[in-house]
């Protein structure tokens, strides 16, 4: 939209008030959290904005106390893999679904059912499942779970970026000689790069923040999300904010990196999947 | 190079048919092309031999071996599209390797072949560009590229001139004829202009509705159209058509005039004259004199137009004609009149 | 002339087959792995909810609709439900609201995007853990931002426990689910107005009408049916919350924040009445479905009368 020759002064103020109140609002709490982490106990209870006599401990505290960083790491493996499984299921699948018709009315409406569906649906059978194959408790287990899981989420995001390809250049593939499967690794992948570095970017956000299966099917440090180390913290009686804080903001640090580093991709494949 | 027969060749889209039973047989080396309106059935037919489209009947052989089972990969076919469909991500030389490659054609080969296409069509400067940087004329040449390189059986072309402007297209049609008379490779063209088509074809094959009207080369198709469509299709700016009635070689016309034709009829017929067939005055059988209702200068010619009958009449001369004149003296060849009977079919003098 | 065989049939149809086997064998890992998670599952489910069935030994009988009935009657499953939709539907019309709002707002600026988009963007990444713990901080009663500033600016003289406050603790999680979801309204709002056609809004400056005037007699009847989508979308999302519930209030207090999802965690996980537990899950879909399907007509509606 164009700027409007009509827009008043109080129009322009109103929106720059709610847009600076909005700013303020989304920043506030991450901002809150990381001054926290540098809060003794004592200024936390203080309750202002940035703490009167910063602290460095409660870092190393908190790693002591849990095990911060390896919880991260196994979040950071099970985003990583489950993005792996996902993509390497859902791609093939949007391009027989999108370009070669098959099952083109099925595919899209069992997939968007299994999305509205809550997840919990899914746990205790699940719990079940992994127990009898013995992935429970492991992070292959949970990244198969966390794969299955975003499926709906990728073929809906690659749909679109599947269906901006003309037909024209899968046919003449297949003119030239390349069989199906050819055709998509040597034609469609290079063209839908974009999409599907978007596509994995927030199938691997998705994973990492999960927190219902991940509690459900690990339990032990060698495979706990940090998400679920988080929320260990709560259930203590003398709950160190500081260190709490601390603990969580440094979880939060892989994640804030692919907001910085990717963004692009990442709004890109939120606008091209909302459009169609 | 393969000769290639099309027999009782049938496609529907669920109960919609879109080609009835089609019979076409193409030499070895022709060059052919499909041509009629939107919706006759040609990209279909095309697309049919190419095995994009399944087919639902008859079959299509390539030297007598039936093909019309094989996909597109195993039918050594090469395509030249309406919108190139060149492959965005890789450069001109690499689209033109594709096929190559997908054959496990070797390097030398491959480098040997790609560097020859290059030269005829003089695309070597943009060997490595990508074909976002090339302009229409240049996508073009490549999508002709990758088609020679393969020495496949035969090349198919889908409208591939649509989209450049006018001028380039006559330009690119000689090119492409020439080309193809080079190479000496089986061709089927595709397209919905007429003047195209009788300046490339070496027969043409006129379709509508799903149909063959009529096969032949330009000039039987345009001295001797077999229907009445096929006779207002070809030929540039189309016959006039009037109605009359027919007593032996007299066709009297609504508007009471008579006219003598070589051909003989009886009944209700459809006159067909060609704007070109209206000549001056001077010596002719069929003297009328005509009021001029409208006039248009195209260029180097100029169109009359006038009411004979129950139809509008288009008159073409050369030489553009800024005055209006109010009335023209014509003459018609008694044999440059078609008869057209009631089935709409050429009744043969 | 030589007889031909039939072109299209299964047996001698190379083309035909191969790109069969080539449709199956691209779609089948997914068809799998929607059988694994929402096939089976839904299966089990069944099995389960007809049955008594605890965490370690599951099928112990059959007890046909036992289960159900003491689900609705002796649990406080059928409050979490409603809670579930109020708390879904509520939420959505707000970030909507707010969203479009900042959509259009951003949709007017040229300069200075990145680092603008870059903030909004993450609320929207933050683990919902971490989104509990960090407005657990700021509505904490002691050391909380929130009350620090009320207590010092004399609003109030005791700290307001938000989350242990029976009618305040519902509204609270609402807030911390509208810092974290309406980033995602704004992006989706974006990419909408994005794709309104510009020539009907500028034929309507040149009838003389005012920019509000224009959004809400022009555009907005356009985009309806998109922003539709958008709450669909976002209501389908807010009824499978359960993160930060678990996070701020663990369902209490009391039940005042108690949400399906939640309580059918509870009762499987906690209380390890598995069977009881696929009841309630079983009758939680069957209300998802109900309660979305009038967003769907209303969209449907909305998409055929343009």
Same mark, same amino acid.
């Given at each position: 939209m164009t700027a409007s020759v009509q827009d008043t002064r109080t129009d322009r103020l109103i929106r720059f008030g709610f847009l600076a109140a909005m700013l303020i609002f989304f920043a506030l709490p991450i901002v809150y959290l990381f001054s926290t982490s540098f809060k003794t106990p004592d200024d936390v209870l203080q309750g202002r904005l940035l703490p009167e006599a910063a602290t460095l401990k409660n870092y190393p505290n908190a790693f002591a106390h849990v095990p911060v960083l390896r919880m991260i790491w196994n979040s950071v493996a099970v985003a990583l893999l489950s993005g792996v499984i996902t993509l390497v299921i859902a791609v093939p699948a949007t391009y027989a679904t999108i370009k070669l018709g098959a099952f083109r009315r099925t595919v899209p409406n069992i997939t968007l059912a299994s999305y509205a569906a809550p997840p919990i649906i899914a746990l205790i059978p699940l719990f079940y499942l992994l127990q009898t194959a013995q992935l429970m408790d492991s992070i292959p287990g949970l990244a198969l779970v966390h794969g299955l899981m975003n499926l709906p989420v990728a073929f809906w995001l690659l749909k679109s970026f599947v269906s901006d390809i003309p037909a024209e250049i899968d046919e003449a593939a297949w003119i030239d000689g390349a069989g199906y499967w050819h055709t998509l690794f040597a034609v469609i992948l290079p063209l839908i790069f974009p999409g599907i570095l978007a596509t994995a970017l927030i199938c691997i956000i998705l994973s990492y923040n999960e927190f219902l299966f991940a509690s459900a099917l690990t339990f032990s440090e060698a495979s706990r999300t940090i998400t679920v180390g988080m929320s260990l913290f709560q259930g203590e009686r003398l709950v160190n904010f500081g260190q709490m804080a601390a603990a969580s903001f440094t979880g939060m640090v892989p994640i804030y990196l692919i907001a910085f580093l990717f963004q692009k991709h990442l709004v890109g494949g939120l606008t091209q999947g909302s459009i169609k | 190079m393969v000769s290639i027969n099309i027999q009782n060749l049938e496609k529907h889209y669920g109960k919609v048919k879109a080609l009835h039973g089609l019979n076409l047989e193409i030499d070895d080396g022709e060059f052919i092309v499909l041509v009629g309106p939107s919706g006759c059935g040609k990209s279909t037919l095309l697309r049919c031999v190419a095995g994009l489209n399944p087919i639902?009947?008859?079959?299509?052989?390539?030297?007598?071996?039936?093909? &019309?089972?094989?996909?597109?990969?195993?039918?050594?076919?090469?395509?030249?599209?309406?919108?190139?469909?060149?492959?965005?991500?890789?450069?001109?030389?690499?689209?033109?390797?594709?096929?190559? *490659?997908?054959? *496990?054609?070797?390097? $030398? $080969? /491959? +480098?040997?072949?790609?560097?020859?296409?290059? @030269?005829?069509?003089?695309?070597?400067?943009?060997?490595?560009?990508?074909?976002?940087?090339?302009?229409?004329?240049?996508?073009?040449?490549?999508?002709?590229?990758?088609?020679?390189? *393969? %020495?496949?059986?035969?090349?198919?072309?889908?409208?591939?001139?649509?989209?450049?402007?006018?001028?380039?297209?006559?330009?690119?049609?000689?090119?492409?004829?020439?080309?193809?008379?080079?190479?000496?490779?089986?061709?089927?063209?595709?397209?919905?202009?007429?003047? +195209?088509? #009788?300046? #490339?074809?070496?027969?043409?094959?006129? #379709?509508?509705?799903?149909?063959?009207?009529?096969? &032949?080369?330009?000039? $039987?198709?345009?001295?001797?159209?077999?229907?009445?469509?096929?006779?207002?299709?070809? &030929? !540039?700016?189309? #016959?006039?058509?009037?109605?009359?009635?027919? @007593?032996? %070689?007299?066709?009297?016309? !609504?508007?009471?005039?008579?006219?003598?034709?070589?051909?003989?009829?009886?009944?209700?017929?459809?006159?067909?004259?060609?704007? $070109?067939?209206?000549? @001056?005055?001077?010596?002719?059988?069929?003297?009328?004199?005509?009021?001029?209702?409208?006039?248009?200068?195209?260029?180097?010619?100029?169109?009359?137009?006038?009411?004979? &009958?129950?139809?509008?009449?288009?008159?073409?001369?050369?030489?553009?004609?800024?005055?209006?004149?109010?009335?023209?003296?014509?003459?018609?060849?008694?044999?440059?009149?078609?008869?057209?009977? *009631?089935?709409?079919?050429? /009744?043969?003098? | 002339m030589m007889a031909t065989p039939p072109a299209a049939s299964f047996g001698s149809d190379r083309g035909a087959n191969q790109r069969k086997r080539a449709e199956w064998s691209m779609t089948l890992p997914l068809m799998a792995g929607l059988a694994i998670f929402a096939g089976y599952p839904l299966v089990y489910l069944v099995l389960l909810a007809f049955s008594r069935s605890d965490l370690g030994q599951q099928f112990q009988g059959f007890v046909g609709l036992e289960n159900f009935d003491w689900a609705l009657s002796g649990t406080n499953f059928s409050g979490s439900v409603g809670h579930a939709i109020l708390f879904a539907l509520i939420v959505s019309l707000v970030q909507l609201a707010l969203g479009l709002y900042l959509a259009v707002i951003l949709s007017k600026i040229v300069r200075g995007g990145r680092w603008l988009r870059t903030i909004v963007l993450l609320p929207l990444m933050t683990p919902p853990v971490m989104v509990g713990i960090a407005w657990k901080l700021i509505l904490n009663p002691s050391g909380g931002w929130l009350n620090g500033i009320l207590l010092r600016t004399g609003l109030i003289d005791d700290p307001i426990s938000f989350f242990g406050n029976h009618d305040l603790a519902f509204p609270a999680i609402m807030l911390a689910d509208t810092w974290q979801w309406t980033p995602l309204i704004v992006n989706l709002c974006f990419a909408i107005l994005q794709g309104v056609p510009h020539d009907v809004e500028e034929a309507a400056a040149l009838d003389g009408a005012y920019p509000k005037r224009i959004f809400w007699t022009v555009t907005l009847p356009m985009i309806a049916p998109a922003l539709l989508s958008v709450y669909l979308l976002r209501v389908i999302m807010a009824l499978k919350t359960f993160d930060l519930v678990y996070t701020l209030t663990f369902g209490g207090p009391g039940n005042a924040t108690n949400i399906a999802t939640f309580e059918i965690w509870k009762t499987a996980l906690r209380e390890f009445d598995v069977g009881l537990a696929a009841a309630q899950t079983l009758m939680f879909a069957i209300t998802v479905s109900v309660v979305t399907l009038p967003i769907v007509l209303l969209h449907n509606h909305l998409e055929k009368r343009r």
């Amino acid at each position: 939209m164009t700027a409007s020759v009509q827009d008043t002064r109080t129009d322009r103020l109103i929106r720059f008030g709610f847009l600076a109140a909005m700013l303020i609002f989304f920043a506030l709490p991450i901002v809150y959290l990381f001054s926290t982490s540098f809060k003794t106990p004592d200024d936390v209870l203080q309750g202002r904005l940035l703490p009167e006599a910063a602290t460095l401990k409660n870092y190393p505290n908190a790693f002591a106390h849990v095990p911060v960083l390896r919880m991260i790491w196994n979040s950071v493996a099970v985003a990583l893999l489950s993005g792996v499984i996902t993509l390497v299921i859902a791609v093939p699948a949007t391009y027989a679904t999108i370009k070669l018709g098959a099952f083109r009315r099925t595919v899209p409406n069992i997939t968007l059912a299994s999305y509205a569906a809550p997840p919990i649906i899914a746990l205790i059978p699940l719990f079940y499942l992994l127990q009898t194959a013995q992935l429970m408790d492991s992070i292959p287990g949970l990244a198969l779970v966390h794969g299955l899981m975003n499926l709906p989420v990728a073929f809906w995001l690659l749909k679109s970026f599947v269906s901006d390809i003309p037909a024209e250049i899968d046919e003449a593939a297949w003119i030239d000689g390349a069989g199906y499967w050819h055709t998509l690794f040597a034609v469609i992948l290079p063209l839908i790069f974009p999409g599907i570095l978007a596509t994995a970017l927030i199938c691997i956000i998705l994973s990492y923040n999960e927190f219902l299966f991940a509690s459900a099917l690990t339990f032990s440090e060698a495979s706990r999300t940090i998400t679920v180390g988080m929320s260990l913290f709560q259930g203590e009686r003398l709950v160190n904010f500081g260190q709490m804080a601390a603990a969580s903001f440094t979880g939060m640090v892989p994640i804030y990196l692919i907001a910085f580093l990717f963004q692009k991709h990442l709004v890109g494949g939120l606008t091209q999947g909302s459009i169609k | 190079m393969v000769s290639i027969n099309i027999q009782n060749l049938e496609k529907h889209y669920g109960k919609v048919k879109a080609l009835h039973g089609l019979n076409l047989e193409i030499d070895d080396g022709e060059f052919i092309v499909l041509v009629g309106p939107s919706g006759c059935g040609k990209s279909t037919l095309l697309r049919c031999v190419a095995g994009l489209n399944p087919i639902s009947g008859g079959d299509i052989l390539f030297d007598g071996t039936p093909v &019309g089972h094989l996909p597109p990969q195993e039918r050594d076919l090469s395509m030249v599209f309406q919108n190139y469909a060149l492959y965005p991500h890789l450069t001109v030389a690499q689209n033109l390797a594709f096929g190559l *490659k997908v054959r *496990k054609t070797s390097a $030398e $080969e /491959i +480098e040997k072949r790609v560097k020859w296409a290059a @030269d005829i069509l003089a695309i070597t400067p943009y060997l490595d560009r990508r074909p976002r940087a090339l302009s229409g004329g240049q996508r073009q040449r490549v999508a002709m590229g990758r088609a020679m390189v *393969k %020495h496949s059986n035969a090349f198919l072309f889908d409208e591939p001139l649509s989209n450049l402007d006018a001028q380039l297209r006559v330009q690119m049609r000689k090119e492409i004829r020439a080309l193809q008379q080079r190479i000496g490779v089986t061709s089927i063209y595709v397209t919905h202009d007429q003047v +195209e088509a #009788m300046t #490339m074809g070496d027969r043409i094959v006129v #379709m509508k509705d799903g149909r063959i009207e009529q096969v &032949g080369s330009p000039a $039987e198709l345009y001295t001797a159209p077999r229907t009445r469509f096929v006779a207002g299709f070809i &030929g !540039s700016p189309q #016959m006039s058509f009037v109605t009359a009635q027919a @007593d032996g %070689h007299q066709m009297t016309l !609504s508007d009471g005039s008579v006219l003598t034709c070589a051909t003989a009829a009886q009944g209700p017929v459809t006159l067909g004259i060609r704007p $070109e067939h209206f000549l @001056d005055n001077s010596s002719e059988a069929n003297r009328l004199t005509l009021d001029v209702t409208n006039q248009q200068v195209v260029g180097t010619s100029t169109s009359y137009f006038a009411t004979l &009958g129950d139809g509008e009449i288009e008159v073409i001369r050369q030489g553009s004609d800024t005055e209006r004149p109010a009335t023209l003296a014509l003459g018609i060849r008694p044999e440059h009149i078609m008869v057209f009977g *009631k089935d709409d079919h050429r /009744i043969a003098a | 002339m030589m007889a031909t065989p039939p072109a299209a049939s299964f047996g001698s149809d190379r083309g035909a087959n191969q790109r069969k086997r080539a449709e199956w064998s691209m779609t089948l890992p997914l068809m799998a792995g929607l059988a694994i998670f929402a096939g089976y599952p839904l299966v089990y489910l069944v099995l389960l909810a007809f049955s008594r069935s605890d965490l370690g030994q599951q099928f112990q009988g059959f007890v046909g609709l036992e289960n159900f009935d003491w689900a609705l009657s002796g649990t406080n499953f059928s409050g979490s439900v409603g809670h579930a939709i109020l708390f879904a539907l509520i939420v959505s019309l707000v970030q909507l609201a707010l969203g479009l709002y900042l959509a259009v707002i951003l949709s007017k600026i040229v300069r200075g995007g990145r680092w603008l988009r870059t903030i909004v963007l993450l609320p929207l990444m933050t683990p919902p853990v971490m989104v509990g713990i960090a407005w657990k901080l700021i509505l904490n009663p002691s050391g909380g931002w929130l009350n620090g500033i009320l207590l010092r600016t004399g609003l109030i003289d005791d700290p307001i426990s938000f989350f242990g406050n029976h009618d305040l603790a519902f509204p609270a999680i609402m807030l911390a689910d509208t810092w974290q979801w309406t980033p995602l309204i704004v992006n989706l709002c974006f990419a909408i107005l994005q794709g309104v056609p510009h020539d009907v809004e500028e034929a309507a400056a040149l009838d003389g009408a005012y920019p509000k005037r224009i959004f809400w007699t022009v555009t907005l009847p356009m985009i309806a049916p998109a922003l539709l989508s958008v709450y669909l979308l976002r209501v389908i999302m807010a009824l499978k919350t359960f993160d930060l519930v678990y996070t701020l209030t663990f369902g209490g207090p009391g039940n005042a924040t108690n949400i399906a999802t939640f309580e059918i965690w509870k009762t499987a996980l906690r209380e390890f009445d598995v069977g009881l537990a696929a009841a309630q899950t079983l009758m939680f879909a069957i209300t998802v479905s109900v309660v979305t399907l009038p967003i769907v007509l209303l969209h449907n509606h909305l998409e055929k009368r343009r």
